[in-house]
């Protein structure tokens, strides 16, 4: 089974620029989740959907800040504009259903602005 | 609110030594699981267990070993004759709402020959 795959690896920018992330998951997978996960502490989720549907977007800065899901698939996380303190790893996750606790993580984007 | 709390910020073993890593939550439900992630250097999140908060029972798998003790809320891991493949940050965690996870800060375990 192929994993969570994320798209870039590595992503350099400087404050005010925009990026996107791509995110497609575990093939089957209803629910996926964006974590943010800043150096030197654990991931906080962002954004989750349940297929092409928002289930919890509270923590997600939505004035910069956006994500979808388009056929409720593959997903795309963007900040626009990024500020310094966006720099982070973005990580996505997916599993089979929305309750089921087995998560999948990516390997997810490393984002430095400068 | 939904707290997870591991106050070993890095640990540094020599290799083949026991390193337990510690873990404290906080939770107002009643029912409730608890995970352990880890987190090598190319960044992916490992799942590596998922207990229930139904079942204390210790338990051991392969060289991973695990205390849950409700009454002090707290869920530690431990890796017996660590090996530098160990190296990695250990996260635990408690999902909420929506299976929204709360993590720790993370425990950086650092095994060396």
């Known amino acids: 089974e192929a994993g969570v795959a994320q798209s870039p690896r590595y992503k350099i920018i400087e404050k005010r620029q925009s990026v996107a992330f791509w995110c497609n998951p575990i093939?089957?997978?209803?629910?996926l989740y964006w974590y943010q996960q800043i150096l030197g502490q654990g991931p906080k989720l962002l954004i989750q959907?349940?297929?092409?549907?928002?289930?919890?977007d509270s923590q997600l800065p939505k004035d910069r800040f956006s994500a979808e899901r388009l056929k409720g698939v593959d997903s795309t996380l963007k900040i626009q504009p990024a500020k310094l303190e966006d720099s982070a790893v973005y990580l996505c996750a997916s599993s089979p259903t929305r309750g089921d606790y087995g998560y999948t993580f990516g390997s997810g984007t490393r984002l430095t602005v400068v | 609110a939904q707290k997870v709390t591991q106050a070993q910020t890095e640990i540094s073993v020599v290799e083949k030594e026991d390193v337990t890593l510690d873990c404290v939550y906080e939770?107002?439900?009643?029912?409730?699981?608890l995970f352990w992630y880890k987190q090598p250097p190319s960044g992916e999140l490992v799942f590596l267990i998922r207990r229930n908060s139904f079942d204390e029972q210790n338990e051991i798998s392969g060289r991973y070993s695990w205390n849950f003790q409700k009454s002090t809320s707290s869920f530690n891991f431990t890796i017996t004759a660590s090996q530098v493949v160990d190296s990695a940050v250990y996260f635990c965690?408690?999902?909420?709402?929506?299976?929204?996870?709360?993590f720790g800060t993370g425990t950086r375990l650092q095994v060396m020959l």
């Open positions: 093939s089957g997978h209803a629910t």
């Open positions: 959907f349940q297929n092409n549907g928002v289930v919890d």
């Open positions: 939770t107002r439900d009643t029912t409730y699981y």
């Open positions: 965690a408690l999902p909420g709402a929506a299976s929204k996870l709360t």
